[in-house]
């Protein structure tokens, strides 16, 4: 099983700061990786596939950079929706599809 | 548009079961791979099970391998999750969700419904 180990678990973000997000992977899994944010109360919802391709309707200010073993999900400019929690998943091994343990990006 | 809507969820004893539905709408549902994904409490995504467009093909976390089953009726445009043998860790939100690419086992679960809550507690 591929395990997905996410940082920092807690991010303390100013409105208009940029966030960087990071993952890592047990062993390489290539692009295989995407990126979910879930705001409270609701379901995930996909912002990234293939490591780096916004999925549809995801502003620009979202972007992925990776591969391998080591991810990033960076926010340029966070806005007030944006606070939420982030997770990573790996398809390129599986079963299982794994998550990591999701990073929290709070208002500081 | 695509819609997913689960139902069937509620409090159960510890050892007991219950029947998940998800219940497609928007896209030809025949077509598509569709995921279990579960979430306790204040906790992280868990992938369940998953079942291929045509429901020959089915697969398990170890976590609940040998007491769930995952099945679909295409001619209903539903998916269901039997549940049995149930205890507290089970408790959770549970989703389905499925990709945008017919045919194909990963690259993101684009659609999620908005999940029904299972409780295990005597």
């Known amino acids: 099983e591929v395990v997905m180990t996410q940082s920092p678990a807690t991010l303390s973000v100013s409105p208009g700061e940029r966030a960087t997000l990071s993952c890592r992977a047990s062993?390489?899994?290539?692009?295989?990786l995407a990126w979910y944010q879930q705001k409270p109360g609701q379901a995930p919802r996909l912002l990234i596939y293939?490591?780096?391709t916004r999925a549809t309707g995801i502003p620009a200010r979202f972007s992925g950079s990776g591969s391998g073993t080591e991810f990033t999900l960076t926010i340029s400019s966070l806005q007030s929706e944006d606070f939420a929690v982030f997770y990573c998943?790996?398809?390129?091994?599986?079963?299982?599809?794994?998550f990591g343990q999701g990073t929290k990006v709070e208002i500081k | 548009q695509v819609q997913l809507v689960e139902s069937g969820g509620g409090v159960v004893q510890p050892g007991r079961s219950l029947r998940l539905s998800c219940a497609a709408s928007?896209?030809?549902?025949?077509?598509?791979?569709i995921h279990w994904v579960r979430q306790a409490p204040d906790k992280g995504l868990e992938w369940v099970a998953v079942?291929?467009?045509?429901?020959?093909?089915?697969y398990y976390a170890d976590s609940v391998k040998g007491r769930f089953t995952v099945s679909r009726d295409n001619s209903k445009n539903t998916l269901y999750l039997q549940m049995n043998s149930l205890s507290a860790e089970d408790t959770a939100i549970y989703y389905c969700?499925?990709?945008?690419?017919?045919?194909?086992?990963?690259?993101?679960?684009?659609?999620w419904g908005q999940g029904t809550l299972v409780t295990v507690s005597s």
């Open positions: 928007g896209f030809s549902f025949s077509s598509y791979v």
């Open positions: 062993q390489s899994i290539g692009s295989d």
């Open positions: 969700a499925s990709g945008s690419v017919a045919y194909n086992y990963g690259r993101g679960f684009d659609y």
């Open positions: 293939g490591a780096s």
């Open positions: 998943q790996q398809y390129n091994y599986w079963p299982p599809w794994t």
């Open positions: 079942i291929s467009y045509d429901g020959n093909n089915k």
